[in-house]
């Protein structure tokens, strides 16, 4: 986490040293080039090549939403700072979802949700294992943080478990409007419990065991300790980290990019009917596997890097951590908007979905549970990952709307 400096003893960066730290921060930053191409695709071309464009231009404004989200925490302190990367974190995930709930597509704000946690626990945590494990031997974390993680991922199944257990018992015992009145309220009344074990996290994280849960130097020395290349292992020591953008500068960076990120989701997320039919592949398809890869791009990336730097607590907080933000955080508050807004978005998840969360979450606490990591955990967890993909590309899209056919 992102520890607040002494401001006083700095100068303000300019804006011109900010624009170029912008700039500069990422190379994925060459993709801003798609993002008035994909803007105006919306208007000339199909809906295919609309799909694609915003797709691909979406990737660098989720990197650069992080970048300046990043340099504003650094000036606001822990707590805010916390609530800040909480909030815009996933800020990509929480449009789409928003747009896609507006125009009721609630099979893909469902399956978004499902596939951002699995590419997270699964995708991008194995990678975090595979290729730090190729450069190390073996790589050690602080495993309470991780079980913490794990224990709060496994409420979250909970969460999906008991409308699908109260769906199969009642299904036949119920009018389907009692059932769909049943559903959406156990489903409401889960949500504002899991955002109060949400934020009770934040506090447990941010306050009263800020200790416990930060990167320590003991899991720094057993890292160093690890077999590993010969190189200088006095690079993997954390370096102070600065703002590099005026505040105020960073502040409008951050609101253009979010009004971006709308612009290119509303687009993104109007061409997927047509895609659907144009692609023959499914509504679930498309929002458990692609819509996550653009708005988890970014977040990706960062885990892989800093797992080959021999991080493996930062990996796990950017991989474990958004995936528990996403079902505990991002999923109830979806489920509270389409409350407010008329849309009968629940956490009634079909058998077969609730399982596969079953199975990645239990899959994971049992590989974090010794605080050590190599290889051949990552190449495990990747493979299941596709596994699942296959799975769910045959995976008709009328087995997913449990409640809407209730």
């Given at each position: 986490m992102?520890t ?7 100068p303000e ?6 624009l170029?730290?912008?700039?500069k921060?990422?190379w ?6 798609f ?8 208007f ?5 090549v609309t799909?694609?464009l915003?797709?691909i231009?979406?990737?660098p ?9 990043e ?7 822990e707590v805010?700072?916390g609530?800040l990367?909480?909030?815009f ?5 929480l449009i789409?979802s928003?747009?896609?709930l507006?125009?009721n597509?609630?099979?893909v704000?469902?399956a978004?949700?499902l596939?951002s946690i699995?590419s997270?626990l ?6 975090c294992?595979?290729f730090g494990?190729?450069k190390?031997?073996?790589?050690k974390?602080?495993?309470t943080?991780a079980?913490?993680s794990a ?7 909970t ?6 257990a109260?769906?199969?018992?009642v299904?036949?015992?119920?009018t389907?409007e009692e059932?769909t009145?049943?559903?959406?309220n156990?489903?409401r009344?889960?949500s504002i419990?899991?955002l109060i ?5 934040l ?5 009263t065991?800020?200790?416990?849960v930060?990167t ?8 160093a300790?690890?077999?590993?290349p010969s190189q200088?292992t ?7 980290e600065?703002p ?7 502040i ?7 009004a971006?990120?709308a612009v290119c989701?509303?687009?993104?997320v109007s ?6 039919e144009q ?5 679930t398809?498309v929002?458990?596997i692609?819509?996550p890869?653009?708005?988890?791009a ?6 892989v ?18 995936s528990m933000q996403i ?5 109830p508050?979806m489920?509270?908007i389409g409350w ?6 629940s ?5 077969y979905e609730?399982?596969v969360?079953f199975?990645?979450v ?5 590989l ?6 190599n290889?051949?955990?990552g ?6 990952y596709i596994l699942?993909a ?7 899209d ?9």
């Amino acid at each position: 986490m992102t520890t607040p400096i002494d401001l006083e003893t700095r100068p303000e960066p300019t804006a011109t040293e900010g624009l170029m730290a912008l700039v500069k921060s990422s190379w994925i930053n060459v993709l801003v080039v798609f993002i008035p191409i994909g803007i105006a695709s919306h208007f000339v071309w199909s809906s295919t090549v609309t799909f694609v464009l915003n797709f691909i231009a979406i990737i660098p404004l989720a990197k650069l939403l992080g970048f300046a989200t990043e340099d504003i925490a650094l000036r606001t302190g822990e707590v805010i700072g916390g609530l800040l990367n909480a909030s815009f974190g996933n800020a990509v995930e929480l449009i789409i979802s928003i747009i896609s709930l507006t125009q009721n597509l609630v099979v893909v704000v469902q399956a978004s949700m499902l596939g951002s946690i699995l590419s997270n626990l699964l995708l991008v945590l194995g990678m975090c294992f595979w290729f730090g494990g190729i450069k190390y031997t073996e790589q050690k974390f602080n495993e309470t943080v991780a079980q913490t993680s794990a224990s709060l991922l496994f409420i979250a199944t909970t969460s999906l478990l008991l409308p699908a257990a109260f769906y199969a018992s009642v299904g036949n015992k119920e009018t389907s409007e009692e059932l769909t009145s049943d559903i959406l309220n156990i489903s409401r009344a889960t949500s504002i419990i899991l955002l109060i074990i949400y934020f009770s996290y934040l506090f447990f994280q941010l306050k009263t065991h800020k200790d416990l849960v930060s990167t320590g130097t003991d899991i720094e020395q057993l890292n160093a300790d690890s077999t590993s290349p010969s190189q200088d292992t006095h690079n993997n020591e954390e370096e102070e980290e600065v703002p590099q953008m005026p505040f105020w500068m960073a502040i409008v960076v951050l609101l253009v990019i979010t009004a971006l990120v709308a612009v290119c989701a509303e687009f993104l997320v109007s061409a997927i009917e047509d895609v659907v039919e144009q692609w023959h592949i499914s509504e679930t398809f498309v929002g458990l596997i692609l819509l996550p890869i653009v708005g988890n791009a970014a977040e990706h990336l960062t885990a892989v890097t800093v797992a080959m730097k021999n991080k493996m607590d930062l990996a796990l907080g950017v991989a474990v951590g958004s995936s528990m933000q996403i079902a505990l955080l991002v999923t109830p508050l979806m489920v509270i908007i389409g409350w407010g807004i008329q849309v009968d978005m629940s956490l009634l998840f079909n058998v077969y979905e609730t399982a596969v969360m079953f199975i990645a979450v239990v899959m994971v606490n049992y590989l974090m549970m010794d605080g050590k990591s190599n290889w051949l955990e990552g190449l495990m967890l990747f493979a299941l990952y596709i596994l699942l993909a296959i799975s769910f590309y045959y995976y008709p899209d009328a087995a997913s709307s449990e409640l809407t056919s209730a």
